[in-house]
């Protein structure tokens, strides 16, 4: 029998899941992921770590899977009979969840439900963890700042509201069946590999495409939200950390540091060095490269939602003591390597 530690990450092709399988592998874990199957490549983000299955020996397996599909959840959890399963699959679009609501409550709310019903159909309460991840979208319009473990939360879109059942129906098997089920309350994180249709990324992406010549005007929507940004390297350290507890236990991670999406895109244009100016508010808002007609930012309205979460802030200091974890990255930071990230990824493009 082998002493590795084994864990199972359902959403293991994501942002998170390729920084916490590569964090699980330094620590000598056997890691199982579970990948859906899809018309064109999805695993780009775990290329660089993936295994031959013809090896002998391999310590990264992966496996096909839906976490809306209760059947496949329910064998994978028994063929495999993790020490630690982390939930990180999820439609986790806010936007996108006011166009699929009836999916994102499957995948997010049920699928919660269907890893956790797994874990107690098979017995495995005194074997497997379980790691949740929630959000600081649960607590929406918010109803104190900053926000922190015993703030209530008032979601303000299907995906939110259906991170909230997932919440409680972590504390809920927890209290009813002993197991060691947590939540993370995880602020907003990002780095190179977050998705390019979340704010961050297509800010990057878009002015750096700009600087390069290959873009001219980037359109974004509400640039007055404020959110508290973190790196999602820094963030995967933490969900492994609040498994280690000797209880298991709820967390916020969060900075603790607020920009408003402006602030984020002046920062970029700064890292970039791209001399602008701001025109106008609101819808109207627009910026210029300084001294030129050339408009590089305008707003579009559809990418405003039929409801926003206005701030968050997060209050982290339960994590900071109890798990004595502290962010290595900063805002400003966190920019610099997305941005120099972006910039060589598109020289890459233009030798293709
Ligand atoms: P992400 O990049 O969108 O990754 C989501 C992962 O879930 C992908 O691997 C995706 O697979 C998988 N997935 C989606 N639907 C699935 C399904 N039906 N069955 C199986 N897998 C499915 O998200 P992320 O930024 O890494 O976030 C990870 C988790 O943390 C999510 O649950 C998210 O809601 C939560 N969260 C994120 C943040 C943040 O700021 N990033 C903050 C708080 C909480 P494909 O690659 O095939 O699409
Ligand atoms: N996506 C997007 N695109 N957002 C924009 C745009 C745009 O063009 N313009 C302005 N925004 C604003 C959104 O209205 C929102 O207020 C803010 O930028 C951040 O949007 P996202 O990057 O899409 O992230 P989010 O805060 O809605 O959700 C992310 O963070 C949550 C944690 O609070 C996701 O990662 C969720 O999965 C996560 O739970």
């Given at each position: 029998?082998?002493?590795?530690?084994?864990?199972?990450?359902?959403?293991?092709?994501?942002?998170?899941?390729?920084?916490?399988?590569?964090?699980?592998?330094?620590?000598?874990?056997?890691?199982?992921?579970?990948?859906?199957?899809?018309?064109?490549?999805?695993?780009?983000?775990?290329?660089?770590?993936?295994?031959?299955?013809?090896?002998?020996?391999?310590?990264?397996?992966?496996?096909?899977?839906?976490?809306?599909?209760?059947?496949?959840?329910?064998?994978?959890?028994?063929?495999?009979?993790?020490?630690?399963?982390?939930?990180?699959?999820?439609q986790s679009h806010v936007a996108v969840s006011f166009e699929v609501p009836?999916?994102t409550?499957?995948?997010d709310?049920?699928?919660?439900?269907?890893?956790?019903?797994?874990?107690?159909?098979?017995?495995?309460?005194?074997?497997?963890?379980?790691?949740?991840?929630?959000t600081s979208e649960m607590y929406g319009k918010v109803?104190?700042?900053?926000?922190?473990?015993?703030?209530?939360?008032y979601p303000r879109s299907p995906y939110g509201v259906a991170k909230?059942?997932?919440?409680?129906?972590?504390?809920?098997?927890?209290?009813?069946?002993?197991?060691?089920?947590?939540?993370?309350?995880?602020?907003n994180?990002?780095?190179?590999?977050?998705g390019?249709t979340f704010v961050t990324?297509k800010?990057?992406?878009?002015?750096?495409?700009?600087?390069?010549?290959?873009?001219?005007?980037?359109y974004l929507g509400n640039l007055e939200a404020k959110r508290?940004?973190?790196?999602?390297?820094?963030?995967?350290?933490?969900?492994?950390?609040?498994?280690?507890?000797?209880?298991?236990?709820?967390?916020?991670?969060?900075?603790?540091?607020?920009?408003t999406v402006k602030?984020?895109?002046?920062?970029?244009?700064?890292?970039?060095?791209?001399?602008?100016?701001?025109?106008?508010?609101g819808l109207?808002?627009?910026?210029?490269?300084?001294?030129?007609?050339?408009?590089?930012?305008?707003i579009d309205k559809n990418y405003f939602r039929p409801l926003e979460v206005d701030t968050l802030?997060?209050?982290?200091?339960?994590?900071?003591?109890?798990?004595?974890?502290?962010?290595?990255?900063?805002?400003?930071?966190?920019?610099?390597?997305?941005?120099?990230?972006?910039?060589?990824?598109?020289?890459?493009?233009?030798?293709?």
């Amino acid at each position: 029998m082998s002493k590795n530690k084994v864990a199972l990450i359902f959403g293991i092709t994501g942002q998170d899941g390729s920084y916490l399988s590569e964090y699980l592998l330094k620590k000598n874990y056997i890691v199982h992921g579970v990948i859906r199957r899809s018309s064109s490549f999805n695993t780009g983000r775990i290329d660089h770590i993936y295994q031959d299955p013809h090896k002998k020996k391999r310590n990264l397996i992966l496996h096909y899977g839906d976490i809306t599909d209760s059947i496949s959840v329910s064998s994978l959890i028994k063929k495999i009979l993790p020490h630690e399963i982390y939930n990180l699959a999820a439609q986790s679009h806010v936007a996108v969840s006011f166009e699929v609501p009836e999916y994102t409550a499957n995948a997010d709310a049920i699928g919660t439900l269907r890893i956790l019903e797994a874990i107690r159909f098979h017995k495995l309460q005194s074997r497997t963890r379980f790691y949740q991840a929630g959000t600081s979208e649960m607590y929406g319009k918010v109803k104190e700042t900053p926000q922190n473990e015993y703030t209530s939360f008032y979601p303000r879109s299907p995906y939110g509201v259906a991170k909230v059942y997932a919440h409680w129906i972590t504390v809920n098997y927890r209290e009813a069946y002993k197991i060691f089920a947590c939540n993370g309350i995880l602020f907003n994180h990002e780095s190179p590999r977050r998705g390019g249709t979340f704010v961050t990324k297509k800010i990057v992406n878009g002015l750096c495409r700009i600087k390069k010549g290959l873009q001219k005007t980037l359109y974004l929507g509400n640039l007055e939200a404020k959110r508290d940004w973190g790196h999602a390297k820094d963030y995967a350290v933490a969900m492994w950390k609040i498994l280690q507890k000797r209880e298991p236990d709820d967390f916020v991670i969060a900075t603790g540091v607020q920009l408003t999406v402006k602030e984020f895109v002046n920062l970029v244009l700064k890292e970039l060095k791209i001399d602008y100016l701001w025109k106008g508010k609101g819808l109207s808002s627009r910026c210029f490269i300084k001294g030129t007609k050339n408009k590089i930012i305008s707003i579009d309205k559809n990418y405003f939602r039929p409801l926003e979460v206005d701030t968050l802030l997060g209050n982290s200091k339960k994590a900071r003591r109890e798990l004595k974890w502290k962010p290595k990255y900063n805002v400003k930071s966190m920019i610099k390597e997305m941005v120099y990230e972006e910039l060589n990824s598109l020289k890459d493009d233009k030798k293709n």
